[in-house]
Structures are given as structure tokens and as C-alpha cells.
């Protein structure tokens, strides 16, 4: 295992497995789920602390991002899993239609809906969440069509399938 220390928080080191860890006690940090699944760990600089997102903190540690990419995604889709072989950099565009997110977020928001074309014909989808990005449309725009609180979005109706 390698350990580095972490920029701007110099009490303290990550390695490359995920693990943080305070340098002067090397008592490694219990870390806390975010609420959305991924870990995170409080650190300390001047009595304030911070909360840092553990898999940001490998990336920045021990990936190379020459392109300067934004994101950090999870290779196995599995949140916790933060060593450094299973992460990488990525653009917004890329890390949304990475993997298996489409149909997940789909299946928990699975209420099949139609787009009804001006010229008579339909369209089935999935969900609004597929819709809208096959589409290019926003789905509150479409959400607010399907509960009829507006008539149209980009010049299309929607209805559910149930």
C-alpha cells in the first residue's frame, strides 16, 4: 500500500486503496457515508474541518488528469470501492452515460411514458429520465406535460403508459 499526503490538509495521508489516515497517530479515519452512497472523512486544518469525498481524494493523490477532467467515476459502479484501480477521470457528459446509470435511474423511476409526435405517431419509452435524453429535452419540462401543468416541450405532448 502507498500513502500520500493530502494537499491542504498536511496532518493528513491517503493511500492508494482508499484509506485516510492522520499522520502524527496513524490512526486510519473511520470514514461516513455522504447520504448518496459514497465515503467521505472529516479532516482538520486550523480547528475548521472539512469533509472530503474519499475517491476525490485518491484521484487527486494518484491519477494523472493532463486533460483536466471534472468528474471521478467508479470503473465497477460500486461507490465504496475507492482503491485506485477501479477509478478514473471523466467529463460530466462521459460519467452520465457510463455503465448501467441510464437503465438505474430509470428502474427507480420506472413509469413508462409515450411521446405523442405532431404528426400522429408515438414513441414508448422507458421513463421520462430515458425520454429526455434520447430526446434533448429537460424532464421537468416533460414531467410538468405528463401531470398537465404545461401543454407542450419542445413541441411534443407526453403521456404514461399505465
Known sequence: MEWKK????????ISN????????????????DNGRGYLRVGLYTNKKQTYKSIHRLVAESFIPN???KPEVN?????????????????TSKENDSYGTRTERI?????ISIYTLYPDGTDEYFLSATIAAKELGLWRAHMVQVLKGQ?????GLRFEYAE
Request: no cysteine.
Open 74 to 90: 467508479h470503473i465497477n459502479e460500486i461507490k465504496t470501492d475507492n482503491r485506485i484501480e477501479n477509478l478514473e477521470w471523466m
Open 150 to 154: 404545461r401543454k407542450t416541450t419542445g
Open 17 to 32: 486503496e482508499g484509506e485516510v489516515r492522520n499522520i502524527k497517530s496513524r490512526l486510519v479515519l473511520k470514514p461516513r
Open 106 to 110: 430509470a428502474a427507480s423511476r420506472s
Open 66 to 68: 493532463p486533460e483536466n
Open 6 to 13: 493530502i494537499k491542504g490538509f498536511e496532518n493528513y495521508e
